[in-house]
């Protein structure tokens, strides 16, 4: 009676009609020259693809992946409706005319209700609408400080637009489980259905491959690092203390258009000029006193979802560089693949018989 | 055998049952148990007015964050009639105040075309910041979502108390819960519990509460609540 040996992931010695330990006592059985052409996998390549399959799993929640990618996709659908082109000029346009109804209202204002004065320094302006003096002396660092948060915004319109062409960051956690649950239940399958390990070698080799494409195909390589330039321009915007700022900023604002509105405006008509000739004299005031509101509307949400999202930009920001996402496929992939290509092993081609012949050397016919 | 084994658990637990509503007394409503006794009608408000030396009536007035109920730093508001423009007076609207125990939900739509808010049950719609403001109090809450009972003040030995939770405030197209406490139970930042006077005889009552802004623009803001007037008992 012949039986065909082969080996088990513990590298104990396995017949197909029975189990034959390393140093099994007993009978002597004689290896006889290879007749079977079946292949096994080495056991390291097992093992290996295997930790690769548990890696995969586990490193989404060892970087709190889970949590952190659906906070990323929630800050990018909030700020949507603002990383526009056309939205973004609108603020940088609000802000202008903010701008110019400030300085106009500082000097040609000032000058025309102090009858006369250089540029409204002269102390009886500042006295008089001390609201207006106060938000004006303010003005310039909110300019500054809104200005520069615009253009970095702007400037990094087309990084946002690359991160959000990225497949939802909610799917990304489950772009490393998936494949890494196939390839344990694909090396389940090689240890549990030998007889299927040709097949299901290339399948892993399919699903190594599919992780070293998959940034290519989601031009991850582009985008990621765009993302990561994006994540380092909104280090200084999406923090709790600049958004404060931003909300001292629109109480100062508030408080200096209201002077606007309701002090100089109202002071100009008793100067005898009609609403009409102050528009003409005065237009860069009376810009901004006609698009206040819409100044509120526009640059309020924008406000909301900068407060809002300052928690879900730091939840991204806690996770590894934006950068090295497309290597997170890439390496596993090629590792599985490679791995996985090395699988089958040698051909093992043997044939026990049950004779006695001599003590059982399974050294003899390892590869 | 094994019936009338099961017949006596069954009386058993029956007379063990009856044990207990007799001896456990049954849970009483709230009000009942402490003492506090909704009032049934309408808190009529008196209109904010800052002619003395310090406001009354109906008011409010927004905390910045960091700041502090008694010290501010305020939002000044330039449409105040106030000298201290962090007082927003605000007058009684269609309803005459808040109704206890019932919804003064927001219109459809809630805002205008500017942004202005159109609710006008509790209070007319004021101007902040150039842009009309309105309270409103809805079974869901528009700014969190959640599900908010209606107000209820309750009153005991002319102290007040109760929950606002579903109080609203509309501005600038934006929903922003004042409640106290917030839709999801907590008292976040500077919130506090509503608390007040209420003179039995005169009806004359000053409501007080504080709400933390989460979320939107203004963000670790808190309003402070001041409603004052006379409660107007519902006639049964």
Redesign the interface.
């Known amino acids: 009676m012949r039986q065909h040996l082969g080996r088990s992931i513990t590298g104990h010695w396995v017949s197909v009609t029975g189990v034959l330990g390393r140093s099994t006592p007993g009978p002597r059985v004689d290896v006889v020259p290879p007749q079977s052409t079946e292949q096994s996998p080495r056991t390291w390549t097992l093992v290996v693809l295997a930790v690769l399959g548990i890696a995969l799993i586990v490193m989404p929640a060892a970087f709190g992946m889970f949590a952190r990618a659906p906070k990323g996709a929630v800050m990018l659908t909030e700020f949507r409706p603002f990383m526009t082109t056309s939205r973004l000029d609108g603020f940088q346009r609000d802000i202008k005319q903010i701008n110019a109804g400030v300085q106009q209202s500082r000097h040609s204002v000032a000058s025309y209700l102090d009858d006369g004065s250089a540029d409204g320094s002269s102390g009886s302006f500042k006295a008089d609408y001390p609201n207006f003096a106060s938000f004006a002396a303010q003005w310039g660092a909110i300019d500054t400080h809104m200005t520069s948060l615009l253009e970095s915004v702007q400037g990094n319109l087309g990084n946002y637009q690359a991160v959000a062409a990225l497949p939802s960051f909610r799917l990304f956690p489950w772009f490393f489980v998936v494949p890494g649950v196939l390839v344990l239940l694909l090396v389940a399958t090689m240890v549990i259905r030998p007889r299927r390990r040709r097949t299901v070698r290339w399948v892993l080799v399919a699903v190594g491959l599919g992780l070293v494409l998959a940034p290519a195909v989601f031009q991850m390589f582009q985008r990621a690092p765009k993302g990561g330039q994006m994540m380092s321009a909104f280090k200084t915007i999406e923090t709790t203390s600049n958004v404060e700022t931003i909300q001292g900023y629109f109480g100062a604002m508030a408080v200096g258009q209201g002077a606007i509105r309701l002090e100089l405006v109202p002071a100009l008509e008793r100067t005898g000029l009609t609403r009409a000739e102050i528009n003409t004299r005065f237009p860069a005031l009376a810009t901004l006193d006609q698009r206040w509101v819409h100044i509120l509307n526009d640059m309020t949400p924008m406000i909301g979802a900068m407060s809002d999202n300052v928690v879900n930009y730091q939840a991204i920001a806690a996770l590894p560089p934006f950068p090295l996402f497309p290597f997170f496929f890439v390496l596993p992939g090629l590792l599985i693949a490679g791995v996985a290509l090395a699988a089958p092993g040698q051909k093992r081609q043997h044939q026990v018989s049950s004779e006695p012949s001599g003590p059982l050397s399974p050294d003899s016919s390892r590869n | 055998m094994r019936y009338r084994l099961r017949a006596r658990v069954l009386l058993g637990l029956v007379a063990l049952g009856a044990l207990g509503a007799v001896v456990i007394p049954a849970p009483v409503a709230g009000a009942a148990r402490s003492g506090a006794k909704e009032l049934v009608g309408t808190f009529k408000l008196a209109a904010g007015s800052c002619s003395g030396t310090t406001p009354s009536g109906t008011y409010f007035r927004m905390i910045?964050?960091?700041g502090t109920i008694a010290a501010g730093k305020f939002?000044?508001?330039?449409?105040s009639t106030c000298t201290d423009?962090s007082y927003t007076l605000a007058s009684p609207g269609t309803a005459g105040g808040l109704i206890n125990g019932k919804y003064q939900a927001d219109p459809t739509p809630a805002f205008s075309t500017?942004?202005g808010a159109l609710a006008s049950s509790i209070v007319q719609p004021q101007s902040f910041?150039?842009?009309n403001f309105g309270i409103a109090t809805n079974p869901t809450d528009p700014q969190t979502g959640l599900a908010v009972p209606a107000p209820v003040i309750k009153d005991k030995n002319g102290k007040l108390s109760g929950q606002v939770e579903a109080w609203s405030a509309d501005w600038?197209?934006?929903h922003f819960n004042q409640g106290s406490p917030k839709p999801d139970g907590t008292k976040p930042g500077l919130t506090q519990a509503v608390s007040g006077t209420y003179n039995a005889k005169t009806h004359a009552f000053v409501l007080t509460w504080a709400s933390a802004v989460v979320?939107?623009?203004?963000?670790?803001?808190t309003g402070y609540w001041h409603l004052q007037g006379t409660f107007k008992p519902k006639k049964s």
């Open positions: 910045f964050p960091g939002f000044d508001n330039p449409d423009q500017s942004g910041t150039a842009i600038n197209n934006l979320g939107g623009p203004f963000n670790g803001f």
